[in-house]
C-alpha cells in the first residue's frame, strides 16, 4: 500500500480500512487480513503504558514499537504518530523526528496533530521527502487545553474551522486527514469537501475510512470506553478464561501433561538413574565447577 493507493481509494469510492498496531504479533496479525493501513499511535501510551492520556509516551518508545510492528508488516502503509513534544518545539526537530520514524521505525508516513496552525511544520516535513497524515477534531494531546476528552466541532465558528483546516492542510500536501470526535454531519462536510480521504475515529460513518484503537475493538481495554467505541470481540474475557485454565491445571498437576513434554530413551534413563545412585553428587558439582570457572 501506498500514500497514493489510499488516495486513489477514494477516488474509487472504495472505504480505507485502517487500525492501530504497537508491536510485532497484531502488526503481522493486521497485516494479513489486509488492512490497508496501520498506525502505531500515540494511544499506546494509555493501551500499552498505562498512562492516563497520550502525553507520557515520548518520541524513543514510540520509534521503538514502530520498530517492531514494521517487522511483522510488508502490505498495509506503516504511519508512525509523532508524540506530545516532539513536533511542535521547533520546524528543525520536527522535521528530524518525523525522518527517525521512518529511518529508524520503518515506517512510510507520520501522523501531526493539528490544523492550519502546524502548517509550516507539516510542509518543513513534507519539504524532507516524508509523507505526512493530519489529524483533526478531538486531537488527544491537547486534552489539558480541551478540559478533557470531549467532542469537538460543535459550535458554528469550530465547524467552519474543522473544514478550513482540512482544505489548508490538503493544500499543503498531506495524504489523508483523521477526524477524531466530531459531530457526524461536520465530518461528512469535511469529507465532501477535500479529495484527500478523510479516515473518522469518532466522526460518524460518511468518512471515506475508519481507524480504531486496537485494544478498544478487541475488547481488550475496557477501563474507558467511548461513545463510538464499539467491542468486534471479548477478547479480554478469552485472555482471562485461558489464563485461568492454565493457573488451574499447573494447581491441578494436569499441564503440561505427557503431549506438551519432552521425552528421554529409556535405556539411557537408566544410565542416569544409576550414576545418581552412586555419584558423590557434591563432589561432582565442585569438580564441574573447578573445570568451568
Ligand atoms: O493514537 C492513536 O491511536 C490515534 C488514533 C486514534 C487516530 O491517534
Redesign the pocket.
Known amino acids: 500500500m501506498t500514500t497514493k493507493k489510499i488516495i486513489e481509494k477514494k477516488k474509487n469510492g472504495e472505504k480505507i480500512v485502517t487500525i ?1 498496531a504497537y508491536d510485532y504479533s497484531f502488526g503481522r496479525i493486521v497485516d494479513e487480513c489486509g488492512f490497508d493501513l496501520i ?1 502505531v ?5 494509555q493501551v500499552i503504558l498505562g498512562h492516563e492520556n ?1 502525553l507520557g509516551v515520548t518520541l524513543d518508545q514510540m520509534i521503538h514499537h514502530t520498530k517492531a510492528v514494521s517487522r511483522g508488516v510488508s502490505n498495509a502503509l506503516l504511519v508512525g ?1 509523532m508524540p506530545f513534544l516532539s513536533y511542535k518545539i521547533n520546524i528543525r526537530d520536527a522535521v528530524y523526528n518525523a525522518g527517525r520514524f521512518i529511518q529508524e521505525g520503518g515506517a512510510e508516513a507520520v ?1 501531526v ?1 493539528g490544523g492550519t496552525e502546524i502548517l509550516p511544520t507539516v510542509k518543513a516535513i513534507l519539504d524532507a521527502d516524508i509523507e505526512v497524515m493530519g ?1 483533526i477534531g478531538l486531537t ?1 494531546q491537547k486534552v489539558y487545553r480541551f478540559g478533557g476528552h470531549l467532542v469537538q466541532g460543535k459550535t458554528i465558528d469550530a465547524a467552519k474551522k474543522l473544514i478550513i483546516d482540512a482544505i489548508n492542510l490538503q493544500d499543503a500536501g498531506v495524504f489523508s486527514i ?1 477526524l ?1 470526535g466530531i459531530p457526524w454531519q461536520i465530518a461528512k462536510l469535511v469529507t465532501s469537501t477535500v479529495d484527500i480521504p478523510t ?1 473518522g ?1 469518532g466522526a460518524g460513518q460518511y468518512c471515506d475510512g475508519q ?3 486496537i485494544y478498544d475493538m478487541l475488547g481488550i481495554f475496557t477501563e474507558f470506553k467511548p461513545k463510538f467505541v464499539k467491542h468486534f470481540g471479548q477478547i479480554g474475557q478469552n485472555i482471562r478464561d485461558a489464563l485461568n485454565s492454565y493457573k488451574d491445571e499447573i494447581v491441578g498437576s494436569q499441564y503440561p501433561d505427557l503431549d506438551h513434554s519432552y521425552s528421554y530413551p529409556t535405556e539411557d534413563l537408566d544410565g542416569v538413574n544409576e550414576w545418581l545412585e552412586s555419584a558423590d553428587l557434591e563432589k561432582e558439582a565442585t569438580k564441574l565447577k573447578e573445570k568451568l570457572i
Open positions: 492501530t498506525l499511535g500515540d494511544s499506546l501510551s497520550t504518530d501522523k496533530e489529524h488527544p483523521v477524531e479516515i475515529i481507524i480504531i484503537i
